[in-house]
T-cell receptor, first 112, second 112 residues
C-alpha cells in the first residue's frame, strides 16, 4: 500500500538556520505530493504541493521538489523564523481516490 | 477568507455513549472528508463523501461510524458507541474540484 515516511522529530533550530525535513514515499504510479503545516491550536493548512515529477512547490520561503527517482519530497527553507514553529506533515494523494495519506509529522521549534 | 469550522473543539464522553462531531465545510466545496489522529500517531483517513453518499472509507470506518450532510451546510460524524480507542483528534476537510483539501481546526475527543 501507499505510505509516507518523515524524519523523526522534534527538530529545534535557531532563527535564520537552514531547515530540511526529509520525506520519502512508497506508492505506485504518480501521486500528488503535499506539505501541510499545523500551527498551535489550528487546523492543517496546505503549505505547498507538486503534482508531477520534477515539479517544485514553493510558498512562504519553503520549497520542495518532487523527485521520482528517489521517491522523495524534502521540505527546505533557507532561513527559518520563530513564526515557523509548527508541526509539518508530508502527504500524498492520487487523482482517484483523493484521500490523503500522511506521514507522522515533524515538530519544528525555532528559537530566537 | 472562507474556512472549515468544527464544533466542539473538545468533547469528553463516557465509553459506550454516542457522539456527534460537527463540521461546516467551505460553502462551494463538493467533497468532504473526515480524518483522525490518535495522540502521537499519523493522521489517518476515515471517510470521503460526495454527492450525498460515501465515496471511500477506510477499514477504521466500521459500523460504529456514520456520516451525514443533513442540511446542505453541516457535515457530521457520528460514533454510535464510543470505545476508549476512539480518543483522538478528528479533522474535517473539504475541497472544490481541485485536489487541495482545506482542513478544520479539529475536535479533540476524549473517551473515559
Amino acid at each position: 500500500g501507499n505510505s509516507v515516511t518523515q524524519m523523526e522529530g522534534p527538530v529545534t533550530l535557531s532563527e535564520e538556520a537552514f531547515l530540511t525535513i526529509n520525506c520519502t514515499y512508497t506508492a505506485t504510479g504518480y501521486p500528488s505530493l503535499f506539505w501541510y503545516v499545523q500551527y498551535p491550536g489550528e487546523g492543517l493548512q496546505l503549505l505547498l504541493k507538486a503534482t508531477k515529477a520534477d515539479d517544485k512547490g514553493s510558498n512562504k520561503g519553503f520549497e520542495a521538489t518532487y523527485r521520482k527517482e528517489t521517491t522523495s519530497f524534502h521540505l527546505e527553507k533557507g532561513s527559518v523564523q520563530v513564526s515557523d514553529s509548527a508541526v509539518y506533515f508530508c502527504a500524498l494523494s492520487y487523482f482517484l481516490p483523493r484521500q490523503l495519506t500522511f506521514g507522522s509529522g515533524t515538530q519544528l521549534t525555532v528559537l530566537p | 477568507e472562507p474556512e472549515v469550522t468544527q464544533t466542539p473543539s473538545h468533547q469528553v464522553t463516557q465509553m459506550g455513549q454516542e457522539v456527534i462531531l460537527r463540521c461546516v465545510p467551505i460553502s462551494n466545496h463538493l467533497y468532504f472528508y473526515w480524518y483522525r489522529q490518535i495522540l502521537g500517531q499519523k493522521v489517518e483517513f476515515l471517510v470521503s463523501f460526495y454527492n450525498n453518499e460515501i465515496s471511500e472509507k477506510s477499514e477504521i470506518f466500521d459500523d460504529q461510524f456514520s456520516v451525514e450532510r443533513p442540511d446542505g451546510s453541516n457535515f457530521t460524524l457520528k460514533i454510535r458507541s464510543t470505545k476508549l480507542e476512539d480518543s483522538a483528534m478528528y479533522f474535517c476537510a473539504s475541497r472544490p474540484i481541485t485536489d487541495t483539501q482545506y482542513f478544520g481546526p479539529g475536535t479533540r475527543l476524549t473517551v473515559l
